[in-house]
């Protein structure tokens, strides 16, 4: 019997900081290496080093490129990580980007400190900086989907198509005859510009994430949301600001948007994508048509309907453009990026409104801002809200409750164990009952830092 241990360094009892370490005498793997993101305890964490030899870990398997199951990656290779890292092509592309930029950001951020004074630290550093970047990407390693790739002499690996953003894969893990699977985030089943997920159809020990586990996505008329929000805009001359991630959700707001205007449902008011990552990731769209739905000419007639704002110059730029408007950037949480700019030179303007799509992790501007906040902080000072606020829930990459069970019906078996990852505590408790409910399955909840042994 081969002895397996199971490490929760992350998305444990919290949504993001992705980090599973698979711990055997024959292989050492980690699944993710994401940052933490949110409330100010969990972020002082990627400050710590993680608690194992990293040196030993053989290779990294990355279900997809968003920071919080790559963000560590950079910090990892500081700290002694020489193995591979491997994903699919659309992933590793994202990943480089989403990894670029953050570096960029960590590093004006620390240069933004030092000259204002607002850092505790004298001098503020950067958490990782671009070498540290480049020095990762040396260790990348693009594999195909579906297909079959031995690590070891009795360790296989297969990434498979789960929709979420382009590239993302869930992961199965043969080890000792023993099938992991872990889940990634979880795709839509159906979405503007991907496919449905695909399914695991066994699983031994299963990983699943339950962002969404505990509710469903409303019932939203996104179309009608946005000619209101738009109409309302064009009325006082003001701005719509709709902080977006970078990955898949500006895309897919490009293309509503697009589509809206085509059929004539919102006229040719100006659109500005201020997010350089966002930029990058549009060419990701455009180098790997197969991993999305859009045809070639609806891609080029979505790019050519936009404004694309790339340096920061041209930020104020649109910021002093006195035409209704509308803006979309960087961050999605509101944590960092361009939006803040906007964010704190138009928010205490009743012309203004804001748009938050997705999910908010609680500790983030994007969540306070969604309880109604009437002043966010942002480098060092406090900037009035004025601004009409709204949230819409449908247009998320996560799967719901719902969807989730759907996944979860494609495997034949019983699995051994079903561990919950990637939730907050309450959609945790809620999502376990039920999957004990609908399917009789022995669910643990593993908290930060636990490990877990198992006999293979």
């Known amino acids: 019997m081969e002895k397996l241990k199971i490490?929760?360094?992350?998305?444990?009892?919290?949504?993001?900081?992705?980090?599973?370490?698979?711990?055997?005498?024959?292989?050492?793997?980690?699944?993710?290496?994401?940052?933490?993101?949110?409330?100010?305890?969990?972020?002082?964490?990627?400050?710590?080093p993680l608690p194992i030899d990293v040196s030993q870990i053989d290779m990294v398997l990355l279900t997809h490129g968003h920071l919080d199951h790559c963000g560590y990656l950079p910090l990892l290779v500081k700290q002694g990580f020489q193995g591979s890292?491997?994903?699919?092509?659309?992933?590793?592309?994202?990943?480089?980007?989403?990894?670029?930029?953050?570096?960029?950001?960590?590093?004006?951020?620390?240069?933004?400190?030092?000259?204002?004074?607002y850092s505790k630290h004298d001098p503020a550093l950067p958490l990782f900086d671009q070498h540290d970047v480049m020095a990762t990407l040396k260790l990348f390693k693009s594999i195909e989907e579906e297909e079959d790739i031995g690590l070891s002499p009795h360790c296989s690996v297969r990434f498979r198509y789960n929709g979420h953003i382009i590239g993302s894969t869930f992961i199965e893990i043969d080890l000792f005859g023993k099938k992991l699977v872990f889940s990634g985030d979880v795709g839509r089943l159906k979405d503007d510009l991907l496919d449905?997920?695909?399914?695991?159809?066994?699983?031994?020990?299963?990983?699943?994430?339950?962002?969404?586990?505990?509710?469903?996505?409303?019932?939203?008329?996104?179309?009608?949301?946005?000619?209101?929000?738009?109409?309302?805009?064009?009325q006082r001359r003001g701005t719509l600001i709709i902080p977006s991630f970078a990955v898949e959700r500006l895309q897919s707001l490009m293309y509503l948007l697009y589509k809206l205007y085509d059929r004539n449902k919102i006229p040719n008011i100006p659109i500005f994508v201020d997010?350089?990552?966002?930029?990058?990731v549009l060419e990701v769209f455009g180098r790997f048509p197969k991993w999305h739905k859009l045809a070639p000419e609806e891609?080029?007639?979505?790019c050519n309907h936009v404004t694309l704002v790339s340096s920061y110059r041209e930020t104020w730029e649109t910021i002093d453009d006195t035409?209704?408007?509308i803006v979309i950037a960087g961050?999605?949480?509101?944590?960092?990026?361009?939006?803040?700019?906007?964010?704190?030179?138009?928010?205490?303007?009743?012309?203004?409104?804001?748009?938050?799509?997705?999910?908010?992790?609680?500790?983030?501007?994007g969540r306070d801002l969604l309880e109604g906040a009437q002043e966010l902080k942002m480098f060092g000072k406090y900037v009035p809200i004025r601004a009409n606020v709204q949230h819409l829930e449908s247009l998320s990459a996560h799967a719901d409750q719902k969807e989730l069970l759907h996944w979860l019906e494609g495997v034949d078996n019983v699995p051994e164990k079903v561990f919950l990852i990637h939730g907050e505590t309450e959609a945790m408790a809620v999502f376990k009952t039920k999957i004990e409910?609908?399917?009789?399955?022995?669910?643990h909840i593993p908290e930060l830092h636990e490990t877990v042994e198992i006999l293979l």
């Not at 997010?275 to 990058?280: A, E, F, K, L, V």
């Not at 891609?299 to 979505?302: C, E, I, P």
């Open 323 to 325: 035409r209704p408007k």
């Open 7 to 48: 490490h929760f360094l992350g998305a444990a009892g919290t949504v993001t900081g992705s980090k599973f370490y698979l711990e055997t005498d024959e292989i050492k793997i980690l699944v993710d290496c994401g940052m933490f993101q949110g409330n100010k305890e969990l972020r002082i964490q990627n400050w710590e």
């Open 331 to 365: 961050s999605g949480m509101v944590t960092g990026g361009r939006v803040l700019t906007y964010i704190k030179q138009l928010a205490d303007m009743e012309s203004t409104s804001i748009l938050l799509v997705g999910y908010q992790a609680e500790g983030t501007r």
């Open 299 to 302: 891609y080029r007639n979505m």
């Open 196 to 234: 449905p997920p695909k399914r695991p159809q066994w699983a031994d020990y299963l990983f699943v994430e339950s962002t969404y586990g505990d509710r469903a996505h409303p019932e939203e008329d996104l179309e009608a949301i946005l000619q209101e929000l738009i109409q309302r805009t064009i």
């Open 437 to 443: 409910e609908v399917f009789g399955w022995h669910t």
């Open 275 to 280: 997010s350089p990552m966002g930029i990058n």
């Open 85 to 117: 890292i491997l994903g699919t092509a659309p992933t590793l592309e994202i990943a480089k980007i989403i990894l670029e930029d953050s570096a960029k950001i960590l590093e004006e951020e620390a240069e933004r400190a030092n000259k204002e004074g």
